[in-house]
Nanobody, 129 residues
Framework: QVQLVESGGNLVQAGGSLRLSCAAS????????MGWFRQAPGKERDFVAA????????YYADSVKGRFTISRDNAKNTVYLQMNSLKPEDTAVYYC??????????????????????WGQGTQVTVSS
């Protein structure tokens, strides 16, 4: 199995930027597609972004498209989420997740949390208005 640890969450003003990191350990990192999800207080967990094993395919929720960028560095066993133009509605606990599959592409079919077998503990992002 793979262990995931997120970092980089913080309090930031609207319009600002943050970069989240998710460090993986355990199994071969490049055998996993990776995703970012978020959960705001009182709401369900939502998909944010996904990336395939090689980093050549990405997919985003409409709410973050054009503002967030997912990337990965397989040499460092790390996946990133660069978040720009942050809005108060982006406030949530952000989780990274791993899906044990070397997918050629990621798409809307890879947005369900149930597809991802491994999860980190989450990192808090708070955006003030």
């Amino acid at each position: 199995q793979v262990q995931l640890v997120e970092s980089g969450g913080n309090l930031v003003q609207a319009g600002g930027s943050l970069r989240l990191s998710c460090a993986a350990s355990g199994r071969t990192f490049s055998n996993y597609a990776m995703g970012w999800f978020r959960q705001a207080p009182g709401k369900e967990r939502d998909f944010v972004a996904a990336i395939n094993w090689s980093g050549t395919s990405t997919y985003y929720a409409d709410s973050v498209k054009g503002r967030f960028t997912i990337s990965r560095d397989n040499a460092k066993n790390t996946v990133y989420l660069q978040m720009n133009s942050l809005k108060p509605e982006d406030t949530a606990v952000y989780y990274c997740a791993a899906k044990p599959a070397r997918l050629g592409t990621v798409s809307v079919y890879n947005t369900a949390g149930s597809e991802y077998g491994y999860w980190g503990q989450g990192t808090q992002v708070t955006v003030s208005s």
